[in-house]
């Protein structure tokens, strides 16, 4: 079954709007990464959460990591047109990173 | 981008047919991956390699398998391939398993079993 569980499966939103995508892990994760892939082409890494409660920021995009290390936020302020595409949350567990199902992002001018 | 090749980009084949996909890397890494991606999945793992021989399985590793006899190169192997594989397969790289080093991902690889 779906070791990492992602929602919402899909986003619209217009421009300037903010996003958020969940990830929750039903087991305590070592670390967690997340990943952006945009239509057509592969995933490509953002960002690592390591210690519990972390939250990081790059630009407009901020990232958290739970208390518990069992679940991790992805928030965008004001999107843009550029932010379209799908989000991915990738928990570690031992050797293994286990990916969520992704968040797709439309952003709509 | 990461030096990553995978070849091929795309492959049609036919059910029960062995298919061989290879991923190259120029970076030196010792970790490789293989993913499927399928909708509403995400990417899953199916195996995966820490060094020269040195193979393990991931979470979907049934009807797959996998050789590293250098460290550059990371071949898949659908022995007999079945519709249930048609899917976009990643490799992906990374400096180690440590938990904080990224993983950077190939183009995929487009194949369909009719």
């Known amino acids: 079954g779906q070791q990492v569980m992602q929602i919402p499966q899909y986003q619209h939103v217009q421009e300037g709007e903010d996003f958020t995508t969940y990830c929750n892990s039903s087991?305590?994760?070592?670390?967690i990464q997340w990943y952006k892939q945009r239509p057509g082409g592969h995933p490509v890494f953002l960002i690592q959460?390591?210690?519990?409660?972390e939250v990081k920021k790059q630009k407009r995009l901020t990232f958290q990591f739970g208390e518990a290390k069992k679940n991790s936020s992805l928030h965008i302020t004001a999107t843009q047109t550029t932010d379209v595409g799908t989000y991915f949350c990738?928990?570690?567990?031992?050797?293994?990173?286990?990916f969520g199902t992704g968040t797709s992002l439309t952003v709509i001018p | 981008d990461a030096g990553i090749t995978q070849s091929p980009r795309h492959k049609v084949t036919e059910t029960g047919t062995p298919v061989t996909l290879r991923c190259h890397q120029t970076?030196?890494?010792?970790?490789m991956y293989w993913y499927r991606q399928d909708p509403g999945h995400g990417l899953r793992l199916i195996h995966y390699?820490?060094?020269?021989?040195?193979?393990d399985k991931g979470e979907v590793s049934d009807g797959y398998s996998v050789s590293r006899s250098k460290t550059e190169d990371f071949l898949l192997t659908l022995e007999s391939a079945t519709s249930s594989q048609t899917s976009v397969y990643f490799c992906?790289?990374?400096?180690?398993?440590?938990?904080?080093?990224?993983?950077?991902f190939g183009d995929g690889t487009r194949l369909s079993i009719l």
């Open positions: 992906a790289i990374s400096e180690s398993s440590a938990g904080n080093q990224p993983q950077h």
């Open positions: 087991t305590t994760l070592s670390n």
């Open positions: 959460l390591v210690k519990s409660g």
């Open positions: 990738a928990g570690r567990r031992g050797n293994q990173f286990y």
């Open positions: 970076e030196n890494h010792r970790y």
């Open positions: 390699s820490y060094g020269v021989k040195d193979t």
